[in-house]
């Protein structure tokens, strides 16, 4: 597996997890995350055969992005609800 690839997947299931969270009545979630996440992981598995270093470097700013970016409807972003789970709400 490319080293890029393990930093998109684990970005994809961070923010299909925060949409399953935000939004339970789907008992799925929002499965385009998912398809979307593969295809990114793909790509850049190939950007990684060009230049590693700058693939690296790209997953690590999707990883940064998602976590504290709402996506997919949701209201708020991945930190902003582990913290309101550490404040007990």
Known sequence: MAK???IILVAGGISYA???IEDPAH???N???PVATLGVALIFAGL???NQQAAVGLAWIVMVTVLVTPSGGAKHAPLQNLGLVAKGK
């Open 4 to 6: 890029s690839t393990g």
């Open 18 to 20: 925060n949409g399953w």
């Open 27 to 29: 008992p799925l979630g």
């Open 31 to 33: 499965l385009k995350i």
């Open 48 to 50: 990684e055969k060009l």
